[in-house]
Nanobody
């Protein structure tokens, strides 16, 4: 079992920045993929960005050029730097860990962007 703990959410004005972090612990393995998803009220949970243990990244079109995912593989910590935030980025952000067919989710952290 892999445990995920997210941190870094909060309230920010439009155009501002936030940095989210997620630490994975427990039965981690390599290779793996870590990702950030988000879910706005009344909407489905959508992919924001992924990063593999090899460093490959992928982004949703809506965040390309504004968000950057990175990881400290030695410590299984993934971060999401969010710049030029927009009100439509408001959501609960969830961290996901996937490896060897197993998936774990964090509890989520709220990001609110005011206009």
């Amino acid at each position: 079992q892999v445990q995920l703990v997210e941190s870094g959410g909060g309230l920010v004005q439009a155009g501002g920045s936030l940095r989210l972090s997620c630490a994975a612990s427990g039965s981690t393995a390599t290779p793996n993929t870590m990702a950030w998803y988000r879910q706005a009220p009344g909407k489905q949970r959508d992919l924001v960005a992924t990063i593999t243990s090899g460093g490959g990244t992928n982004y949703a079109d809506s965040v390309k050029g504004r968000f950057a995912i990175s990881r400290d593989s030695g410590n299984n910590i993934v971060s999401l730097q969010m710049n030029s935030l927009k009100p439509e980025d408001t959501a609960v952000y969830y961290c996901k860990y996937e490896s060897l067919g197993r998936t774990s989710w964090g509890r989520g952290t709220q990001v609110t962007v005011s206009s």
